[in-house]
């Protein structure tokens, strides 16, 4: 029962990690507003890509494939719209 909680609570995390980085995704994208620093989103990304590409070829966990590749995806989204917004904004 506790494992099986855990798991649902780890699950979670999982979406309120997406549901986190929807305000700067909105800034970016929709208000054009150039709210995340580029230099600290390229170290999380690479930081959450390695995350990722050890839990999709080292670990034989699904949830935490999932989990990871979400926390990846939303940060290099954040990033593509930071640099994407710099250079057109020049």
Request: net charge positive; proline share 3%.
């Amino acid at each position: 029962m506790i494992l099986w909680l855990l798991t649902l609570a780890y699950a979670g995390t999982g979406i309120i990690g997406l549901i986190a980085y929807w305000p700067t995704i909105k800034d970016l994208h929709y208000h054009k507003k150039p709210s995340a620093n580029i230099s600290s989103y390229i170290l999380w990304a690479a930081t959450s890509a390695t995350a990722f590409l050890y839990a999709l070829f080292i670990l034989p966990d699904l949830l935490f494939i999932i989990v990871s590749g979400i926390g990846f995806g939303a940060c290099a989204l954040v990033l593509f719209l930071s640099i994407r917004l710099k250079r057109y904004s020049k």
